[in-house]
């Protein structure tokens, strides 16, 4: 019995340093030592193979990436530059976002970025890279890969998103 008593003493103590440890460096940071750093990396459609794991999603047109979408890419009659206008203008307002693009995307004439936004309470960070791709002079589409940087499963938060933006646009 006193053994469980110091037992369940340590347990809370060491949970009571862990809270106090995030609330001092924060949660991004708490993640980043727990999981390791968010690594970028840098998408090449044409090359991308996905990982075995479900906590990814692919939109991509026909055709375009080497790797077999879980949902072909919409056409909209715009321009290449007004698409990427209104993603990005659309993107701007999303919650718990980042623009990762400075960091060294792909960024092939300005038409592909990088995002990371993070879950609401954990603050778990998910990759985002989006490709605007012009097929004429007023149509274009595009190819978007969303993925989960820890763990193996993310509940459908990624096909969720994606498929929500591409609902809401």
């Known amino acids: 019995m006193k053994f469980m008593k110091l037992l369940m003493g340590a347990l809370f103590g060491t949970c009571l340093l862990l809270l106090l440890a995030l609330i001092f460096i924060g949660r991004d940071k708490g993640l980043a030592l727990i999981f390791g750093p968010v ?34 890419g919409p056409v909209y009659n715009l321009s290449v530059t007004e698409l ?9 307002k999303q919650p718990r976002i980042e623009n990762r693009t400075e960091a060294g995307a792909i960024n092939n004439g300005k ?3 990088d995002f990371i936004q993070r879950t609401e309470w954990m603050r778990y960070p998910d990759s985002i890279t989006i490709r605007f791709i012009p097929i004429d002079q007023t149509t274009s589409t595009l190819a978007i890969y969303s993925r989960s940087h820890y763990g193996k499963s993310d509940f459908g938060v990624n096909e969720q998103r994606i498929k929500s933006w591409l609902s809401q646009l």
């Open 39 to 72: 690594e970028h990396q840098n998408i090449d459609f044409a090359t991308l193979s996905l990982a075995p794991t479900p906590n990814q999603f692919l939109v991509c047109p026909k055709d375009f990436c080497a790797a077999q979408s879980h949902l072909e």
């Open 84 to 92: 990427k206008a209104e993603w990005l203008s659309f993107i701007e």
């Open 111 to 113: 038409l592909q970025y």
